[in-house]
């Protein structure tokens, strides 16, 4: 099942009609508004599928589908304002509860379904300069939305295919697509591990199943740059994405500052344009 059938099976009837009858192969996203006609994302911009405006329910029925009827299973989830199912991500806007009420939403306004997609061949032309640097640090870098998670899918599989021992900390089930590891095809040497964050995954994976490389998605946090750390000193390489549009603006947080200073990553992937004109152009990283 791909990605697009994946997120209308959790959209209300009265839209799934309708989007059954797009082609879906070039749409990015999703976008649901309160008492706004619903869009897709496609190439960069948002057009209406219906003229049916959402209402609050329509909303809360994705949520119930996505959560499989049980929101209080993934009420941890929904406070850091998303949810994941089936490789599918959810981003969820709304009025939050106080921290003291137990946080997470009083209301939702605005729902963001990512849809996700296999793309085969889209790392051909970077692959030579990424078995090279297996041993070592490669980050894929873009703003959000610009196809991060896409390319590390398609590099963890060719990487995997082509003999490389991948283990995989898939943090919110987004890289494999699937709770199960089912999904999509993450390559024949890959080890799957979900359900807990990326810092405590990639040291288990590290301690278990013997990696040559640990793939994750979205180094976010100073226990992710630790674990980095860990895993580098290791002698593992390391294949991680990271919010920012190239090295440069990089060093606009200080947090990917001090991830570029650690000297871990020599080498990163720049995706440049959108949709179907994205472009993956190499740099050279100093610490």
């Keep these: 099942m791909d990605g697009w059938t994946r997120a209308l099976r959790l959209m209300p009837e009265a839209y799934r009609t309708k989007l059954g009858r797009h082609d879906g192969s070039a749409v990015e996203e999703i976008r649901l508004r309160c008492n706004r006609q619903p869009m897709l994302l496609t190439s960069g911009k948002e057009l209406a599928f219906s003229e049916r405006l959402c209402r609050e329910e329509d909303l809360q029925l994705v949520l119930e589908k996505a959560s499989g009827a049980s929101l209080h299973a993934v009420a941890d989830m929904l406070k850091e304002g998303y949810l994941s199912v089936d490789g ?39 692959l030579p300069a990424l078995r090279e640097n297996t041993g070592g640090g490669t980050l894929l870098l873009s703003p959000p939305g610009g196809g991060k998670t896409t390319l590390l899918r398609e590099c963890i599989r060719c990487l995997s295919d082509g003999g490389v021992r991948i283990s995989v900390a898939d943090e919110r089930c987004e890289l494999a697509g699937s709770a199960l590891g089912v999904g999509f095809d993450l390559g024949c040497h890959t080890d799957l591990l979900q359900g807990c964050g990326k810092a405590q995954g990639s040291i288990l994976l590290l301690r278990s199943m013997n990696p040559q490389l640990i793939a994750m998605d979205e180094i976010s946090s100073p226990k992710d740059l630790e674990a980095v750390r860990q895993i580098a000193g290791c002698g593992v390489g390391i294949l991680a994405t990271a919010h920012a549009a190239d090295a440069e603006g990089m060093l606009l947080r200080p947090l990917y500052r001090e991830l570029l200073s650690s000297g871990v990553f020599s080498l990163a992937v720049c995706i440049r344009g959108q949709g179907s004109e994205r472009r993956y152009c190499l740099q050279r990283l100093r610490s």
Excluded: H
């Excluded at 991500?89 to 849809?115: D, N």
């Design 88 to 126: 599918v991500r959810i981003g969820v806007c709304g009025a939050l509860l106080p921290k003291e009420q137990g946080g997470g939403f009083r209301r939702v306004s605005s729902l963001c379904m990512r849809i996700p997609r296999e793309c085969r061949g889209i790392a051909r032309e970077i």
